[in-house]
């Protein structure tokens, strides 16, 4: 009888650890962060910029990254009040391979326009990232 509930418990955690390994397979590798590099930060208060959501002004951040993940190497752009916690992110593919630098960020009432030294730019509405709590 022990024996029996032995093999029993023994499948039972062999077949969670199979599926956690089949989730971090097929669903975790172009989510999951190994290493985060900020390589570009700003404010728009810093320009003189806020954006109203519920009736308050906020200041709205911006992170250029570079994340490192098991599936391979991204830059990311995230938006928002409190980029560290909540942020709306806006995955990036300027160029062949190059690493983005930004040139110049345009922060307006309706939107932001980030710049990039390869000449290619990005507008980012402003309610995709004003709300983001």
Request: no cysteine.
């Amino acid at each position: 009888m022990l024996r029996k509930s032995f093999r029993t418990a023994l499948v039972v955690l062999l077949a969670g650890a199979l599926l956690v390994v089949l989730a971090v397979v097929l669903i975790g590798p172009s989510s999951i962060s190994l290493q985060e590099e900020v390589l570009h930060e700003e404010r728009s208060q810093d320009s003189g910029m806020t954006y109203v959501y519920g009736g308050e002004h906020y200041s709205s951040d911006l992170r250029l990254l570079r994340v490192v993940r098991p599936t391979g190497v991204a830059h990311e752009l995230r938006l928002g009040p409190h980029v560290t916690d909540y942020y709306y992110p806006v995955l990036l593919e300027l160029g062949a391979g190059r690493e983005p630098r930004v040139r110049d960020v345009g922060w307006l009432p309706d939107r932001v326009v980030v710049r990039f030294e390869s000449s290619e730019s990005l507008e980012v509405p402003a309610d995709n990232f004003r709300s983001v709590r």
